[in-house]
């Protein structure tokens, strides 16, 4: 088996490129709640800690006239039980549990960051015994542990809420532990500690910043966790002595007279939630999550081709003309693919990363990612066009008429349900049979995929399994509804080379056995090689070469066909490895990008003035064709994609 | 499963041990002393050492933790420095009021939390939209703020419920959970938002996964999709939130007891608390660790019910 030096997945970024940045306000900024989060707090620090300056009446000016008042121009958010002004009380109160909660953050980090850290660098041993200690600190319930803090040292708020700092770096410590991780896993600061930087300095200068996002977000939310916290403990009584304000007294005292001045419970309560909520909204803001939903699926616009003619070769199960796909008003992913398939053949797609050849897959079964939909063309399926049909109608077809296989088997069987549950299930669905009798049928299934033990393997949960034998088991689910076409996505690329191999001999057996038509995505030449009949070589969301895998492989028209065989590392017995593989110079042009007239002319070394034209393909390997205006020149000069030297060409960067 | 359960419980009774050691240390290694808290201010130097002498206080540290720790496996936690009760009897009856609503809670919590949190990443648009925001703003507010509110709503405005007393469960099982309503209600709008918000992740992430694309080429029904397998693969977050969530409303139901006059650990630990009462501050410690160590235990099984990674491992 062989793999082409491309990347594996095949998937098209559907985001728009980020525009440049300049000097704009940092983005947690940009989102209003970020924004009012901010600006609100900013506001209670200001008059906070400016209160003595401003206030209207003293913290304990009683006024006893006018107790219990409600809002008036000599008093703006009215009076307390004791006639006290509630705006100067509510004010004042507000430097204490700020500052408090700064402390608890300072302390939780000044605590939590260095032992991740120190974790993060040391390994596992010093790791687990630090992350054991954590867990136990997590598990205590803090408020009762403060209080009988309290009940020993008295209410000193700063301690107190100190010793919540202490308690809680437990939290802070296992989030940065995990980020601290990450980053160190990233190559450069292996790189960095190879060049000779001392453990601090990569500290600061790699892990500290990376960390700034997670760390700001969790400094926000340990803020407002503090607030709730000391201003709950000052509801109790354990908080500031009067005359001293405090918010958590403040709300106390509304507490005790709900029944004759409802009002009083306003001020304090909304000023304190709103510094909360504040506090709350900046964390959301900075983390970036929006509370913006899934975007609901919406019926696709399709261009429907106009009176579906059945006539062509009446063998086909399945034909594909015209197909568009593209992000619903973006740009084009997939454009103008035609091929067929026939029962009991294999059509393979080939190309590299990015060529609209999952894209072309998925949209077989309407399973096309969110935002992106069939625009055009059709997918005729037995005289039905799939690109027209409602969800529910293709919900009839998946599974019972095409069925699908993916890329990485581990993770595409549910890791929470056992095999048995989940053949058991699909196969009652579409055979209408009993529990007893499905189970029976799932063991048979799984022997047929070539399972040995099926009953042991029928018991088993997905992690138990090796890779090879996940892929049989999404064989065998694949089977349950006795399709006609089986898409296959790269079904053996997570794989291990001998894996591969009877992967692939399964498939061709399955093939034969029950006339199976089958679409086998894939960027190795020598999977197409080894299964497929006929192949079509994708480049650019089009088809640049189609034909019998036979005369493809042996008689390349297209320069990218070439040049994809020059890059395949197959050597035949015998024969010297060569010292360098070919690679393609460039990469794929992005969706959006693509030229006028060939897409492969920017990287092809045959390409002319003549390339920058639209033309149309020409038929080439009996029914097959070739998208190349040079094909038959190419053909007529016997040129081959030769290798390129080191350093030659277009600056041309060797894909490793 | 068996290795997963040690693991847990070895968690369990250490975080029970690191429970009594803190707040031995905490109340012995402090100045201050339970001799001069008998005593008051009046005591002379010599009557407060003569006290402590006769409460063992002056023993060597270790040979007192040794001690408390004998009592502590036979369920003694000593008497109160204040009445002389014994500690473990009154913190046994009060437990039950201040369980009562932390679990209620909890409970709560879990069902409105996912309905919530579930809806949104299903429904999306404008509905995810206010639920995520709702939730942001609900996590936000003092509980015992909350309570307020529903006093004055509830029971004043609407008089559906009483807004204080509690009514033991076997004088008045309808009582019983009408008394305690309120303050599980209050408890409920910021453990019920957390849930949401953990539940809307999880059930997006669950959404996304690959598994979900098999289930859906093979023409799986979208509610058997959703609420079958998505479900079930965000439960187990939720389940490890909730756990979370417990620790925090047990201590919450301890602030929010006061407002609702209720007669559970929150008053306890008060009196403790202004009293200075020692060996009742361990007790209230001691206790409110262990109900929150088993009840995380508990939905460790429950994780490891949901998950057959942790069950088979």
Known sequence: ?656 | MLSYVGRRLALAVGTVLAAVVISFLLVHATPGSPGAVVLGPSGTAAQIAAKNHELGWDRPLVVQFADYLGHLIRGDLGTSLIDGRSIAGDLGARLPVTASIAVLATLLSGVLGVVLGVTAAVRGGVLARVIGTGSGIALSLPAFWVGILFVYVLALQLGLLPATGYVPFTENPVGWLGSLLLPVLALTVGGAAIIARTAAAGMRDALAQEHIRTLRALGTPTWRIRYIHALRFASVPVVSVLGIQFIGLFGGSVIIENLFALPGLGQASQAAVSAHDFPALIGVVVVATVVVVVTNLLLDLVVAALDPKVRTA
């Open chain 1, 1 to 656: 088996m062989s793999v082409l030096p491309l990347d594996v997945a095949d998937e098209v970024a559907t985001e728009p490129a980020q525009p440049s940045r300049r000097r704009r306000p940092p983005g947690f900024l940009q989102r209003p709640g970020g924004l009012l989060g901010a600006v609100w707090l900013v506001l209670v620090v200001i008059a906070s800690f400016t209160a003595p300056l401003w206030r209207p009446y003293g913290v304990a000016t009683q006024d006893l006239a006018h107790r219990l008042a409600l809002p008036s121009a000599a008093h703006l958010l009215g009076t307390d039980p004791l006639g006290r002004d509630l705006l100067s009380r509510l004010a004042t109160a507000g430097a204490e549990p700020l500052l408090a909660s700064a402390v608890t953050v300072l302390v939780a980090f000044g605590i939590g960051l260095p032992l991740a850290l120190i974790a993060a660098e040391r390994g596992p041993r010093v790791e687990r015994v630090l992350s054991r200690t954590t867990e136990v600190f997590l598990a205590l319930p803090l408020i009762i542990i403060l209080l009988a803090v309290i009940g020993v040292i008295g209410s000193r708020t700063y301690v107190v809420m100190a010793v919540l700092g202490v308690l809680i770096s437990a939290a802070v410590y296992r989030i940065m532990l995990g980020v601290a991780q990450s980053v160190r896993q990233r190559l450069y600061v292996d790189a960095a500690r190879v060049n000779g930087l001392g453990s601090l300095r990569v500290n600061l200068v790699h892990v500290l910043p990376s960390m700034a996002t997670v760390a700001a977000v969790q400094a926000a939310q340990l803020f407002g966790i503090g607030l709730l916290i000391n201003a709950g403990l000052s509801f109790l009584g354990f908080g500031p002595a009067e005359p001293q304000p405090s918010w958590g007294l403040m709300i106390q005292d509304a507490s005790a007279h709900v029944y004759d001045d409802p009002w009083l419970m306003v001020p304090s309560g909304l000023v304190l939630s709103l510094t909360v909520v504040a506090a709350n909204e900046l964390v959301d803001a900075i983390a970036g999550r929006t509370t913006k939903g899934r975007v609901r699926t919406r019926t696709r616009p399709v261009a429907r081709v106009a009176a579906v003619d059945r006539g062509g070769r009446a063998s086909a199960a399945l034909e594909v003309r015209g197909l568009t796909v593209a992000v619903d008003g973006g740009p084009t992913l997939v454009s103008g693919v035609s091929f067929r398939v026939q029962p009991g053949r294999v059509l393979g797609l080939v190309g590299e990363s990015g060529c609209g050849k999952t894209m072309t897959a998925r949209s077989l079964l309407g399973l096309l990612p969110e935002g992106v939909s069939v625009a055009g063309g059709a997918i005729l399926w037995q005289g039905r066009d799939l690109a027209g049909l409602s969800e529910r109608e293709l919900n009839a077809v998946r599974g019972r008429e095409i069925a699908m296989i993916s890329q990485e088997p581990m993770v595409a069987l549910d890791p929470m349900f056992s095999i048995a549950y989940q053949l058991v299930r699909p196969l009652r669905r579409f055979r209408s049979i009993g529990r007893g009798e499905a189970r029976r049928v799932a063991a048979e299934l799984l022997s047929q995929v070539g399972i040995v033990d099926p009953e042991r393997v029928l018991r088993s949960y997905p992690h138990q399994l090796s890779g090879g034998m996940a892929q049989r088991v999404a064989i065998a689910l694949a089977l349950t509804g006795r399709p006609k076409l089986l898409v296959a996505d790269e079904p053996t690329t997570a794989l291990d080379v001998t894996v591969q191999a009877e992967i692939l001999s399964l498939l061709r057996g399955l093939v034969q056995e029950i006339d199976l038509a089958v679409v086998i995505v894939s960027h190795d030449l020598g999977v197409v090689a080894d299964i497929c009949d006929d192949v079509a070589v994708m480049y650019a969301g089009e088809v640049v070469e189609s034909g019998t895998a036979a005369a493809v492989l042996d008689d390349a028209a297209h320069p990218y066909t070439m040049a994809l065989l020059r890059a395949n590392p197959h050597v035949a017995e015998g024969h010297a490895v060569p010292v360098r593989l070919a690679s393609i110079a460039g990469t794929v042009p992005a969706p959006g990008s693509w030229p006028a007239g060939c897409r492969f002319a920017g990287r092809c070394r045959f390409a002319s003035d003549a390339c920058r034209v639209p033309f149309v393909p020409l038929p080439a390997h009996g029914g097959g064709s070739v998208l190349c205006i040079r094909a038959e020149d190419l053909a007529r000069e016997n040129a081959t994609w030769e290798r390129e030297r080191a350093g030659a060409e277009v600056g041309a960067e060797v894909r490793a």
